[in-house]
C-alpha cells in the first residue's frame, strides 16, 4: 500500500510540474530570457530632439538597446537625410533668421528642394517639443544617414558595445512621389547605394507604410530584412495579402495587438515588432504576449520594464 500513494504522488507531481512547464511560455524569466529587439525611436524623442545624432548617441548609453529607429527623405544634392517629415516641421524647427517654421510655411520647406547644407541652417532642437516635456532642448539639427551611422558607430566602440542595428523608414506616400520624395524605385536605390556604401547591409531593416515602396525593396534587394509598417486596424492576414511577399517583420501600431496576433505573426515565421510603445506597463503586456522588439522613444523606461 505504502508503494501505491507513493507511486500516486509522484505521479501527480510529475503531472503538475508538465502542467508548470505548459503553461510557462511567458512567465517573467522566459519574458527576460528571450532577446527583444528594443529599438530606440527617432534615436531617443522623449528625452532629446527627435532624429538628431545626439538623441541617436544617447539612446546607445541603454545597454539593452539594440537598434535606433529613424526615418529618411531625399535633399535636392541627393543625399539620404534624416527626418521624420520631408519639410521643416512647424512644431519643431527654427529658420536661419532664427524665426520659428510656421505652420502655413512648413511645407513650403522641403527637405527634396534643400542641399544638405541648406538643410544644415535650420535648427530643430532648441524649441524643445511640447508632446515631450522630459525632452532636453538643444541646439542641432537634421544630419544625413552618413553623418549620423559614422558618429553612432563610433559611439559604440568607445562605449565598448556592439554595433547597433539600424531599423530605416522610407517615408513615403503616394501623394509625395515627385513632390516630397523620389518615385519608390528611385528612392530605394538611393537607400540601398547608402547602405551599400556604408557597408550596413548586414546591420538593417527597412520599413515603410507605403506598400510600393517595400515592393520595390523586394524587388532591388530581396534579402534584405523588411518590415511593415501599418496603422490600420484591419487583419494580420489581410494586411500581409496587400504585398506579393512575406516580409520579415510585422510592424503594426502596440494598441492593436493581442494573443492572436501574436501566434499569426509567428505561425508565418515572422516577427513582431510595435510602434510605438512608451508606458511601463503597455511594455510589460507586450513582453507578456510575446512580442520580439518594441520601439519606444523612452529608452530609460526599459530596465523598469523588465
Same mark, same amino acid.
Given at each position: 500500500?505504502?508503494?501505491?500513494?507513493?507511486?500516486?504522488?509522484?505521479?501527480?507531481?510529475? $503531472?503538475?510540474?508538465? #502542467?508548470?512547464?505548459?503553461?510557462?511560455?511567458?512567465?517573467?524569466?522566459?519574458?527576460?530570457?528571450?532577446?527583444?529587439? =528594443?529599438?530606440?525611436?527617432?534615436?531617443?524623442?522623449?528625452?532629446?530632439?527627435? /532624429?538628431?545624432?545626439?538623441?541617436?548617441?544617447?539612446?546607445?548609453? @541603454?545597454?539593452?538597446? +539594440? #537598434?535606433?529607429?529613424?526615418?529618411?527623405?531625399?535633399?535636392?544634392?541627393?543625399?539620404?537625410?534624416?527626418? &521624420?517629415?520631408? =519639410?521643416?516641421?512647424?512644431?519643431? $524647427?527654427?529658420?536661419?533668421?532664427?524665426?520659428?517654421?510656421?505652420?502655413?510655411?512648413?511645407?513650403?520647406?522641403?527637405? @527634396?528642394?534643400? %542641399? @544638405?547644407?541648406? !538643410?544644415?541652417?535650420?535648427? $530643430?532642437?532648441?524649441?524643445?517639443?511640447?508632446?515631450?516635456?522630459?525632452?532636453?532642448?538643444?541646439? #542641432?539639427?537634421?544630419?544625413?544617414?552618413?553623418?549620423?551611422?559614422?558618429?553612432?558607430?563610433?559611439?559604440?566602440?568607445?562605449?565598448?558595445?556592439?554595433?547597433?542595428?539600424?531599423?530605416?523608414?522610407?517615408?513615403?506616400?503616394?501623394?509625395?512621389?515627385?513632390?516630397?520624395?523620389?518615385?519608390?524605385? *528611385?528612392?530605394?536605390?538611393?537607400?540601398?547605394?547608402?547602405?551599400?556604401?556604408?557597408?550596413?547591409?548586414?546591420?538593417?531593416?527597412?520599413?515603410?507604410? *507605403?506598400?510600393?515602396?517595400?515592393?520595390?525593396?523586394?524587388?532591388?534587394?530581396?534579402?534584405?530584412?523588411?518590415?511593415?509598417?501599418?496603422? /490600420?486596424?484591419?487583419?494580420?492576414?489581410?494586411?500581409?495579402?496587400?504585398? %506579393?511577399? +512575406?516580409?520579415?517583420?510585422?510592424?503594426? @501600431?502596440?494598441?492593436? !495587438?493581442?494573443?492572436?496576433?501574436?501566434?499569426?505573426? &509567428?505561425?508565418?515565421?515572422?516577427?513582431?515588432?510595435? =510602434?510605438?510603445? /512608451?508606458?511601463?506597463?503597455?511594455?510589460?503586456?507586450?513582453?507578456?504576449?510575446?512580442?520580439?522588439? !518594441?520601439? #519606444?522613444?523612452?529608452?530609460?523606461?526599459?530596465?523598469?520594464?523588465?
Amino acid at each position: 500500500m505504502r508503494h501505491f500513494f507513493l507511486f500516486f504522488f509522484l505521479l501527480i507531481f510529475a $503531472c503538475n510540474a508538465n #502542467t508548470d512547464r505548459t503553461n510557462s511560455k511567458n512567465t517573467p524569466s522566459t519574458m527576460q530570457s528571450k532577446e527583444i529587439d =528594443w529599438q530606440g525611436h527617432r534615436g531617443a524623442r522623449g528625452l532629446l530632439p527627435e /532624429n538628431t545624432i545626439p538623441a541617436f548617441l544617447k539612446a546607445l548609453e @541603454y545597454p539593452k538597446v +539594440k #537598434t535606433l529607429e529613424l526615418d529618411v527623405a531625399i535633399s535636392k544634392d541627393r543625399q539620404v537625410i534624416i527626418t &521624420h517629415e520631408p =519639410w521643416m516641421s512647424e512644431h519643431i $524647427c527654427t529658420k536661419p533668421d532664427g524665426q520659428f517654421v510656421s505652420e502655413a510655411e512648413a511645407k513650403t520647406l522641403k527637405i @527634396y528642394e534643400m %542641399s @544638405y547644407a541648406e !538643410i544644415k541652417t535650420y535648427d $530643430c532642437g532648441l524649441r524643445g517639443n511640447a508632446r515631450f516635456p522630459d525632452q532636453k532642448a538643444m541646439a #542641432t539639427h537634421k544630419p544625413s544617414l552618413k553623418d549620423m551611422v559614422k558618429a553612432a558607430d563610433a559611439k559604440a566602440k568607445e562605449l565598448e558595445r556592439p554595433l547597433p542595428f539600424y531599423d530605416i523608414e522610407i517615408k513615403s506616400q503616394a501623394d509625395y512621389y515627385g513632390i516630397f520624395t523620389p518615385a519608390p524605385a *528611385d528612392f530605394v536605390a538611393l537607400i540601398l547605394a547608402e547602405l551599400k556604401e556604408l557597408d550596413l547591409l548586414e546591420r538593417v531593416t527597412l520599413q515603410s507604410f *507605403d506598400l510600393n515602396i517595400l515592393e520595390a525593396i523586394h524587388q532591388q534587394q530581396a534579402e534584405i530584412v523588411t518590415a511593415q509598417l501599418v496603422e /490600420n486596424t484591419d487583419s494580420f492576414q489581410d494586411n500581409l495579402q496587400r504585398l %506579393s511577399f +512575406k516580409p520579415t517583420i510585422y510592424s503594426p @501600431y502596440f494598441e492593436v !495587438i493581442n494573443q492572436q496576433m501574436v501566434d499569426e505573426v &509567428h505561425a508565418q515565421g515572422m516577427r513582431l515588432v510595435p =510602434w510605438t510603445v /512608451n508606458e511601463v506597463t503597455d511594455m510589460r503586456r507586450l513582453l507578456f504576449l510575446g512580442v520580439d522588439g !518594441i520601439i #519606444t522613444d523612452y529608452p530609460n523606461r526599459i530596465e523598469e520594464a523588465l
